[in-house]
C-alpha cells in the first residue's frame, strides 16, 4: 500500500491512474469525503471495493465521472433536469440517480437499472479522472457503516494495507455525503441529503423536490437505517435532557461520557468526571468538523458519546441525518 503525502505531483497521479486501470484500487479526496475507488467498467475491480470495505453487494455504488459530457456514456434516457443540474452544480456534492447504460455492470448498481453518477470538486480528484480517462466507483473509504474519512490518515487508520494506493489531499472541505437525487422526466426525489441544499436544487428546477414517495423502491448509496456510525455508542439528545442523561449513564453506568454540544458548560460536567466537546454552530464549520470529531472520540475509547441534536431546519437536514443513522438502534 503507497500513501501519496503529494498528490498534486503529475506522477503520484499517473501511478494512480495506472493503478486503476491494471484493476487496483485507490482512496482519493474529494469536497465530501475519501472515496475507495476502481474502475467502475471493470467487475472484478469493483468486487474488491466490496471486499475490502465488507460492503454488501447489492448496495450500489457512485460513479465519479469528469464531466458532465461523460453523463451519456454512464446513463440514458437522461432528462433535461439532469443537465440543468449538471450546469449548476457539477463539478460538486451531487449525485444524480438516473437509467444506467449498457456500460454499467451489475457490480456498480446492485443489480438495479439506475445508477448514481456525480463529478467530485477536488483538484485531486479531478486531476485523477482525467489521467484516468474512464469513471471511478467509489464510495467513502471506510469500512461499511461506521464514519466516513476525511482525512488521508483516517484512510490508513482503517483500510490501511488492503487499499493499493492512497493519495493525500489534505482535509475534505465539506465533510459530509454528497446530495443524492433520483430523476426522472416527471419527478426529482431526494434519497439523502448531503452537502447541496434542497433549497438550491428547488430554485435550479423551479420545482419542489419531493422528499418520500411511496413505491420508490431504489436502494442508495449511504441511506441503510444504520450508518456512519462510531464503534463507541452514541446517542442524540435535545439541550434540555443531554445534561440528565450524562449524569445518569457516570452515575448509574459508570461510563466515560463524552458529550459533543453547542455552548456546554464545562465547568458544570467536568466536576461529574464528563468530558466535553464544544461543536461550531455554523452548520457548513458543523459538516467539516464532524466526522473527524467523532473518529478522535472514538479512538478516545469512551463508553458513550451524548451529542446535543442540532436545529431542525433545512439547513441542517444532511447533520441530522448523518446523526440519525449513526445512533440508530444505539439511544
Known amino acids: 500500500m503507497s500513501l501519496d503525502r503529494h498528490p498534486q505531483g503529475g506522477n503520484d497521479i499517473q501511478a494512480a491512474a495506472a493503478l486503476l486501470k491494471a484493476g487496483g484500487t485507490v482512496a482519493f ?23 475490502i470495505k465488507g460492503r454488501p453487494d447489492y448496495h450500489p455504488l457512485i460513479v465519479h465521472i469528469a464531466q458532465a459530457s461523460c453523463l451519456s456514456a454512464w446513463a440514458q434516457d437522461i432528462p433535461d433536469s439532469a443537465y440543468r443540474l449538471a450546469a449548476a452544480f457539477w463539478p460538486g456534492p451531487l449525485t444524480l440517480i438516473l437509467k444506467r447504460s449498457h456500460l454499467v455492470p451489475d457490480e456498480v448498481t446492485g443489480g438495479q437499472d439506475t445508477v448514481g453518477l456525480r463529478v467530485p470538486d477536488h483538484p485531486v480528484a479531478s486531476e485523477l479522472l482525467r489521467a484516468f480517462g474512464g469513471g471511478i466507483a467509489a464510495p467513502s473509504a471506510n469500512r461499511f457503516g461506521q464514519i466516513s474519512p476525511t482525512t488521508a490518515q483516517h484512510v490508513h487508520e482503517t483500510l490501511g494495507a488492503e487499499v493499493g494506493m492512497i493519495l493525500d489531499g489534505g482535509a475534505c472541505r465539506i465533510g459530509v455525503e454528497s446530495t443524492i437525487l433520483h430523476l426522472t422526466h416527471q419527478h426529482a426525489t431526494l434519497l439523502r441529503p448531503g452537502g447541496l441544499s434542497v433549497e438550491a436544487i428547488e430554485a435550479v428546477l423551479r420545482q419542489k423536490v419531493i422528499q418520500t414517495q411511496p413505491g420508490l423502491a431504489v436502494r442508495a448509496s449511504g441511506t441503510m437505517d444504520s450508518h456512519y456510525a462510531p464503534t463507541t455508542p452514541i446517542e442524540v439528545h435535545p439541550i434540555s435532557t443531554l445534561w440528565n442523561r450524562a449524569r445518569q449513564l457516570t452515575e448509574q453506568s459508570n461510563f466515560r461520557v463524552a458529550v459533543l454540544g453547542f455552548g456546554t458548560n464545562d465547568e458544570v460536567y467536568k466536576d461529574v468526571g464528563i468530558t466535553t466537546f464544544r461543536m461550531p454552530t455554523a452548520m457548513i464549520d458543523y459538516g467539516h468538523e464532524l466526522y473527524a470529531t467523532l473518529h478522535r472520540l472514538d479512538q478516545a475509547k469512551f463508553d458513550c458519546l451524548l451529542v446535543e441534536a442540532p436545529p431542525s431546519t433545512s439547513a441542517w437536514l444532511a447533520i441530522n441525518d448523518r446523526l440519525r443513522r449513526a445512533a440508530h438502534n444505539k439511544a
Not at 469536497?31 to 472484478?44: F, I, K, R, W
Open 29 to 51: 479526496p474529494t469536497e465530501t469525503v475519501y472515496g475507495l475507488g476502481a474502475d467502475a467498467s471493470n467487475p472484478s475491480a469493483v468486487r474488491s471495493i466490496f471486499q
